[in-house]
Structures are given as structure tokens and as C-alpha cells.
């Protein structure tokens, strides 16, 4: 099956666009995935990480002040300004991942899934995840984490969970004792480190599919 990154992105900003324009949508919310960020922060980033993108602006990208600065960029605008924004600069993302180049970036495509998922949770919404995306970055994130361990010098050591715990267990989604509780082929203590590429979450998220 092939699959188009801009396509999945380009879905992906038009949930979150119709998500966030009810009338219900508290902007002040925290975020639980997110916990130092609220509602309007999580959609100041995602315009913030296009706007960045087609100006040429990822000196930093993904650091914690490349985002910081996004949020900090979009504190003073509606949600609805933002989404606006988003919009203008979201196309040329969405070209861009279309084009052969675009699997240079294909983290742009797991941030934004997993921001929908992040706001879906925090309002109280089942965090629904496409199947399309993840047949396709399940194993990416297999093959990737795979690969680290090879790096680092581990022994290899296997691990059968479904894509959507690939995907929201590498990024972070997930406490270190969720994470554990994994089937694992050996004790995965030493594999920890290389399995969370955004860090642990704190305590479980209590996410329903």
C-alpha cells in the first residue's frame, strides 16, 4: 500500500481545524498528554511548527525552545486566528510531504497525530487514531526503535505490541510502568532509554480508543 505523508498531514489538519472550532472548545483547558501546555497552546505550536517550516525557521527543531517560541509567538491570537494561519501555511507542508523529499520530514506527520490524539484525550473525546496512519507508523516505529537498539549495542529483543502502542508509547504517551508491562522477549530495563524518544509520561493517560 503507498502511502502519501501529505495526504495523512493534510487529514490530520482538517480534524483538528473542525475539532477546535465548536463552540464548546475551551482553550484554557490543560492538556494531560501535554501537561504544561493548555488547549490553545498545543494549536499555537502545530500553526507555529508550519509557519516555521515554510520560513525556513528550524534552527533548534524539535527542541524545547524551537516550541516554546511557537507558543509564545501565538499566545495573544484567537484559536480561531491560529487555525487561520495553519491553513495558509498548511498546503505547502502538505506539498512538500507529497514530493520525494518529503520523507525527510516525516516527524511533522507523527507530531500532528499525536497532537490531535493529545487534544482529543483532553476533551474528554475518544483519542480515535486513523488505521491508515497507523499501519504505516507502527513500523516505523518498530523499525526505528530496532535499529537504536543496534546502535547502542543492545542485545536484540522482541516486542509485540500494535502500532497504536508503537506510536503513542515512543512518543511519550506512555508511563515507564505501562511501558514495562509490555510483552518484552527479556527485561527491558536496559531498552528504556531507547524506547522513549520524547521522555515517560508521568502517570498514566487513561486513554480510550
Known amino acids: 500500500m503507498t502511502i502519501d505523508p501529505g495526504a495523512l498531514y ?15 472548545v475551551d482553550p484554557d483547558r490543560r492538556v494531560p498528554a501535554t501537561p504544561a501546555w493548555r488547549v490553545h497552546d498545543v494549536v499555537s505550536h502545530l500553526a507555529g511548527v508550519a509557519e ?5 525557521n528550524l534552527e533548534g527543531a524539535p527542541g524545547e525552545a524551537w516550541t516554546a517560541a511557537q507558543v509564545a509567538r501565538g499566545a495573544g491570537k484567537p484559536i480561531a486566528e491560529l487555525l487561520a494561519q495553519w491553513g495558509q501555511h498548511g498546503p505547502l507542508i502538505e506539498a512538500f510531504l507529497a514530493s520525494p523529499a518529503g520523507a ?11 497532537h490531535e490524539a493529545d487534544l482529543r484525550h483532553a476533551m474528554g473525546q475518544a483519542v480515535s487514531i486513523p488505521d491508515e496512519f497507523l499501519t504505516w507508523v507502527g513500523p516505523l516505529m518498530s523499525e526505528r ?5 543496534a546502535e547502542a549495542g543492545l542485545p536484540p529483543v522482541s516486542l509485540d505490541i500494535s502500532d497504536r502502542e508503537w506510536f503513542r508509547g515512543r512518543l511519550g ?8 508491562a509490555y510483552p518484552w522477549s527479556a ?3 536496559p531498552y528504556l532509554d531507547t524506547f522513549f524518544i520524547f521522555g515517560r509520561a508521568e502517570h498514566s493517560l487513561g486513554e480510550q480508543p
Open 10 to 24: 493534510h487529514a490530520a489538519r482538517v480534524r483538528i481545524s473542525a475539532l477546535m472550532s465548536g463552540g464548546e
Open 52 to 56: 516555521d517550516a515554510v520560513n525556513g
Open 104 to 114: 525527510s520530514a516525516a516527524a511533522a506527520v507523527f507530531d500532528v497525530h499525536t
Open 145 to 149: 526503535f530496532h535499529t537504536a537498539v
Open 173 to 180: 504517551r506512555r508511563s515507564e510502568a505501562e511501558v514495562r
Open 187 to 189: 527485561d527491558p530495563a
